[in-house]
């Protein structure tokens, strides 16, 4: 038997014994490319799929497998590959380097994460832009260093790989060496443990390309920085191009250095904001097709509608849909999508939402207590928190301003109207207060009936 035979009648077998839903969703898109030595790959999909399989359905496959061949065969996997590059995986990652089918990649980057894949919209086409340039032209003074910011799950990794695969792809004699600042800062300090730190500064001294991805954990680190410096400086001095990614604006991180921070500056930062409502339809759109997923128009939109806050929620929305699905053997219709968005949300609608939750809410993410926000003190930060509560009550609540004034220890409705007004000029003014202001909208408003 060959290996399509094989497969062939694996998966005529498999069709037989599991759900129709199970099947088509998870058997039928499988196909064999080849057998070697005693193993047989099988290309899935896309990594969501392969990791899937691996957790529900790994043995299943290999039973039937073993059940029909008439010698053992050790199965491997193979993503489906977005561009020209397979990539193996396998159980042993290492045993992958044998197989004739992997090959050249980037140890330290991803494949999914490329240029194509990522959707543009209004609130990332500026980094896209730059990050494009930088790959194409690495090194130019304007564009070097790059630092991409932004909040959790906004492709700021996505487009800091996607120059790291163009340069790795295109130009294979420069050298792309990236890490994430955690990973810096272990390497670092595993080669003083093991005195080998010359080792450790010429493996990141010799990019030509260094990718540095979470700027924000060097904070109060200040031997790491020491040596980010120094790093920084030659590949800086050589023109080599360095580019960052950093939870918020590097002028704004507490703990790192000045002359780190003066450095930086010489560069572009360019931020990536969360994605408005065109940009989240395209992306569940995408994101469904790619995970072979057919939804309608108005689960999309429902979708888009209430999941806001990161490309990574909707992203992790249409795998548990895609989960929730084939585990029920149900179809996605709106009553599950609605399910599954509740699940993702909380479950936490409007009509349940009180100037508590609010407060709570305002004093988990600036980490000021709750009786402080409602308290007397006029110190800068309680202040604040203490204003962008009000701020939210009036906006998402829409409660009176004399009732606000009472559960924020008895103020009256002229300092309510005040409060109201200084966030709402902040928020566009102020970058920080206008991030913390629409980040926590973004999470309170939302209501499913
Ligand atoms: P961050 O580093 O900003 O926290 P990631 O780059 O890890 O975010 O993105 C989270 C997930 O969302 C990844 O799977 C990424 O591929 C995806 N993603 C983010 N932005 C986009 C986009 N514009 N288009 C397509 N996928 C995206
Ligand atoms: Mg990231």
Redo the contacts with the bound molecule.
């Keep these: 038997m060959n290996h399509l035979e094989v497969w062939k009648k694996t998966r005529e077998s498999l069709r037989k014994k599991q759900p129709t839903h199970a099947y088509s969703t998870w058997f039928e898109p499988i196909s064999s490319i080849g057998l070697n030595n005693g193993e047989l790959v099988l290309e899935v999909p896309n990594q969501f799929f392969f990791e899937w399989i691996q957790s529900h359905y790994k043995n299943v496959i290999q039973n039937e497998v073993n059940s029909l061949s008439p010698r053992p065969l050790i199965i491997k996997y193979t993503v489906s590959p977005e561009g020209a590059i397979k990539n193996v995986f396998t159980e042993n990652f290492e045993s992958s380097k044998k197989t004739n089918v992997a090959q050249a990649k980037h140890p330290r980057l991803?494949i999914?994460?490329n240029f194509v894949?990522?959707?543009?919209?209004e609130?990332?086409q500026f980094a896209?832009a730059a990050a494009l340039n930088v790959a194409d032209m690495p090194g130019q003074q304007a564009f070097n260093p790059l630092i991409?910011y932004?909040?959790?799950?906004?492709?700021?990794?996505?487009?800091?790989?996607a120059i790291g695969n163009a340069v790795f792809n295109e130009t294979p004699n420069k050298k792309v060496v990236c890490a994430s600042s955690e990973k810096f800062t272990l390497e670092f300090i595993s080669s003083i443990q093991k005195n080998r730190t010359a080792d450790f500064s010429k493996s990141y001294r010799n990019a030509d390309i260094l990718l540095i991805?979470?700027i924000q954990f060097f904070q109060g680190k200040e031997q790491t920085q020491e040596q980010f410096f120094h790093t920084f400086n030659e590949l800086f001095q050589a023109g080599k191009q360095i580019v960052m990614?950093a939870?918020r604006y590097p002028g704004e991180m507490i703990g790192l250095q000045d002359r780190l921070l003066s450095r930086f500056k010489s560069g572009l930062a360019v931020d990536?904001q969360p994605?408005d409502f065109e940009?989240r339809v395209a992306?569940v759109m995408?994101?469904a097709e790619k995970n072979g997923l057919k939804l309608p128009y108005d689960i999309i939109e429902l979708i888009g509608t209430h999941i806001k806050k990161?490309?990574?929620d909707?992203?992790s929305t249409i795998i548990r849909l895609l989960a929730h699905s084939s585990l029920s053997n149900k179809e996605i219709d709106y009553d599950l999508a609605k399910k599954v968005i509740k699940e993702r949300l909380g479950s936490r609608v409007i009509s349940d939402l009180t100037v508590e939750d609010i407060v709570r809410r305002v004093s988990e993410t600036t980490h000021i207590k709750e009786r402080d926000i409602v308290g007397a003190s006029r110190k800068m930060e309680i202040a604040e928190a203490r204003q962008i509560s009000i701020y939210l009550c009036r906006e998402i609540l829409g409660t009176p301003l004399v009732s606000i004034g009472m559960h924020f220890g008895g103020r009256d409705h002229s300092t309510v109207l005040h409060a109201c007004r200084v966030i709402g000029n902040k928020s566009k003014k102020d970058q920080r207060v206008g991030a913390l202001v629409g980040e926590l909208k973004n999470e309170l408003s939302f209501a499913i009936n």
């Design positions: 991803n999914k994460y894949s990522f959707i543009e919209g609130n990332n896209k991409i932004g909040g959790v799950g906004m492709g700021k990794t996505h487009l800091l790989h991805d979470d990614t939870d990536i994605p940009t992306i995408e994101k990161s490309v990574r909707l992203e």
